[in-house]
């Protein structure tokens, strides 16, 4: 159990364009899902939190307006890369922790398996 | 944010070897998770010790924790070629955001 898919694994667009990523809890609901970036030979740093039903929230120096996040459902949270550049390309992971985990648990997340994005 | 932050290795062992990679962080904890990642892929949790714990096992995974020296050590006993991997620890910093260290890159040669 505890799967997390994303959609697409892999994308390449051009500069300027935009470009969206899904990330689904098969088979439990997540409350909150959260969206990593990493760049080759590095480790993962944390983007934002998405919370079901309300506003995304993002770490420092990670621009919202450039990262558009949506949490529509609790199986279902998207990331938009806006106008996307080749900086931006990168490796972008969600994980979503179970609706189910008490909040005095320890931090259950569950990873979904990446996706490549290249900005040409 | 606290980083957990691994010792910068890049270990080649052969199969049967045992692995040890070690991660410190900064502040105070509650756990203390490590992490482990296939080469594009996504990541896999391991175990997870928490700050009252010193040692913990996991088959043939052996975690400990000395909150003293804000520090951790991974052992994987018995390597395999199935365990080439980058390994990552990481710490909570509030509202269940993690924060990852920058990993440490295991190749076990067959």
């Known amino acids: 159990g505890a799967v997390v898919s994303q959609h697409p694994s892999w994308v390449i667009c051009k500069s300027g364009t935009s470009v969206k990523i899904e990330c689904r809890s098969l088979?439990?609901?997540?409350?909150?899902m959260f969206w990593y970036r990493q760049f080759p030979k590095q480790s993962l740093m944390l983007m934002a939190t998405?919370?079901?039903?309300?506003?995304?929230?993002?770490e420092q120096g990670v621009e919202k307006d450039k990262f558009l996040i949506n949490h529509a459902s609790l199986t279902l949270s998207t990331l938009t890369v806006t106008s996307a550049h080749p900086e931006d390309s990168s490796f972008y992971i969600c994980?979503?922790?179970?609706?189910?985990?008490?909040?005095?648990?320890?931090?259950?997340?569950?990873f979904g398996p990446g996706t490549r994005l290249t900005v040409l | 944010s606290q980083q957990g932050e691994e010792d910068p290795q890049a270990l080649s062992i052969q199969e049967g070897e045992n692995a040890t990679m070690n991660c410190s962080y900064k502040t105070s904890i509650n756990n203390l998770q490590w992490y482990r990642q296939n080469s594009g892929r996504g990541l896999v949790h391991l175990i997870l010790i928490r700050s009252n714990e010193r040692e913990k096992h996991s088959g043939r995974l052996r975690v400990t924790l000395d909150t003293s020296k804000k520090s951790s050590s991974l052992l994987i006993t018995a390597s395999r070629a199935a365990d080439t991997a980058s390994y990552f620890c990481?710490?909570?910093?509030?509202?269940?955001?993690?924060?990852f260290g920058k990993g440490n890159q295991v190749v076990v040669i067959p």
């Open positions: 088979d439990f609901q997540a409350t909150t």
């Open positions: 990481a710490t909570d910093y509030g509202n269940n955001r993690l924060a």
């Open positions: 998405s919370n079901e039903g309300s506003k995304a929230t993002y």
């Open positions: 994980s979503a922790r179970s609706i189910t985990t008490s909040p005095n648990s320890y931090n259950e997340q569950f």
